[in-house]
């Protein structure tokens, strides 16, 4: 084949590939637009706000604390109520497992843990979900129980964290979303050991992080 033929053979090979390419380029390009567009276009429609948390009641009853010397140990029971409001207008939430955590103040100690019901949340709702979470001889270090006995003295009131923890998906016009887990953290959560305490308590708003 003459040298001519052959170059222009090449010629017209490496024109493909470039015409080639920049087809894909061309259409990696609109992909991405129209993956842009349609996120614009939910989130207008949709409108997505944060989720809402907050203990809005808490009491204990039975409270001990075992101190030092030896393991230090807490017995316990405590009643909780989280309110959890979804204020989104098309965006229902549906929890598959939900877990609380009672921590001890700065130590982060665990005293108690339980579990609560799945459930779904429909839009622009407001779920209160109550739970009984129950300390039974749970070991706390020497820090911790003398937080926890400091506090019983000075007022009759027991400092705690509450922590949330829970696997969800949003539902929108029938579509699901992914699973993401959800945590709420309620800090600090002032227990007090009368009644007349339980009545009076403070709402505590929670700290929200979504992974």
Not at 60 to 71: L, Q, Y
Request: glycine content about 6%.
């Amino acid at each position: 084949m003459p040298a001519a033929a052959r170059g222009g053979v090449a010629h017209s090979g490496h024109a493909r590939r470039v015409a080639v390419l920049r087809c894909i380029v061309a259409s990696m390009v609109v992909t991405v637009l129209l993956a842009g567009l349609a996120v614009l276009i939910f989130w207008l429609v949709v409108r997505p706000k944060p989720i809402d948390y907050a203990v809005t009641h808490a009491a204990v009853r039975h409270f001990n604390v075992t101190p030092p010397p030896g393991a230090a140990t807490v017995n316990a029971t405590f009643y909780l109520t989280l309110a959890a409001r979804n204020p989104n207008r098309r965006v229902s939430i549906l929890y598959e497992w939900v877990e609380f955590r009672v921590l001890s103040g700065e130590s982060y100690a665990q005293l108690a843990l339980q579990d609560a019901p799945a459930f779904r949340q429909p839009p622009r709702n407001e779920t209160r979900l109550g739970v009984r979470a129950v300390a039974r001889s749970a070991p706390v270090g020497e820090q911790a129980a003398r937080e926890l006995r400091h506090d019983l003295a000075a007022g009759g009131a027991v400092g705690v964290d509450v922590r949330m923890r829970a696997r969800a998906q949003f539902k929108v016009a029938g579509v699901r979303s992914r699973h993401y887990g959800l945590e709420a953290f309620c800090s600090p959560v002032v227990v007090g050991l009368s009644p007349s305490a339980a009545r009076s308590f403070q709402s505590v708003p929670c700290d929200v992080a979504i992974s």
